[in-house]
């Protein structure tokens, strides 16, 4: 069965600092897929990027950047010159391509804490 | 673009009494449709998942129970609410195309007292 663990279970930092979330995962596919959602403190998960097993290529929007390393089963997140408005829970999640629906596995999420 | 509507936001049920969450999503056909639950500390659960009008699928025995009585529709219910049942329940739906990313709704904090 999948698993995905998120072992930083609270993380605080300055403002302007740089932060690296933690995720590895577990799975039997080859196909699969890794996301990672923000939850705001209103709740509502909010997606914010979506890597399939087969593209290893780093990614970067903005601020964030992501690190996919299939060797390692893992897939971290990074903020770069955080702010205040990056505090939040965030969530690495896996599906497998060959479960019917799309279902998520969650890790249970990194508290950050970004302070002023 | 497509939304997705939950309520109510905050519920606070005695133990025994009914539930039902509704949740809605509009702008698109056919989406595959789940709901969530988030216990205070942990990761979401997925409870329910449906691919069409009327197709549940449970991932973990419990309390509760989905009905999807229109293509756009999910909804959790239970007869008599326990205590366990409290925690945050996130509503979510993805396209009906394979392994996309899920969006979801602004969830319902239910307390069981």
């Known amino acids: 069965a999948q698993k995905v663990t998120q072992a930083q279970t609270e993380i605080s930092v300055v403002e302007k600092e740089d932060v690296t979330l933690d995720c590895v995962y577990e799975t039997r596919d080859t196909t699969y897929y890794l996301f990672w959602y923000k939850q705001p403190p209103s709740g509502e998960l909010v997606f914010l990027i979506r890597?399939?097993?087969?593209?290893?290529q780093n990614e970067i929007s903005g601020r964030y950047s992501w690190n996919f390393q299939k060797s390692t089963s893992s897939f971290n997140f990074t903020i770069t010159a955080s702010q205040v408005v990056d505090s939040a829970v965030y969530f690495c999640a896996l599906s497998e391509a060959r479960s019917s629906g799309d279902k998520l596995t969650f890790g249970t999420g990194t508290r950050l804490a970004v302070r002023p | 673009s497509q939304t997705i509507h939950q309520w109510p936001a905050t519920l606070v049920q005695p133990v025994g009494s009914p539930l039902s969450l509704e949740c809605t999503v509009e702008g698109t056909s056919n989406p595959n449709l789940y709901w969530y639950r988030q216990a205070a500390g942990r990761g979401l659960q997925l409870l329910f998942y449906s691919v069409g009008i009327g197709q549940i699928s449970s991932e973990v025995p419990q309390n509760l129970s989905a009905s999807r009585p229109q293509d756009r529709q999910f909804i959790l219910s239970s007869k008599k609410l326990l205590l366990s049942d409290s925690g945050f329940y996130l509503c979510?739906?993805?396209?009906?195309?394979?392994?996309?990313?899920?969006?979801f709704g602004q969830g319902t904090r239910l307390t069981v007292v």
């Open positions: 979510a739906w993805s396209p009906p195309t394979l392994n996309t990313e899920a969006f």
């Open positions: 890597r399939n097993s087969f593209d290893e």
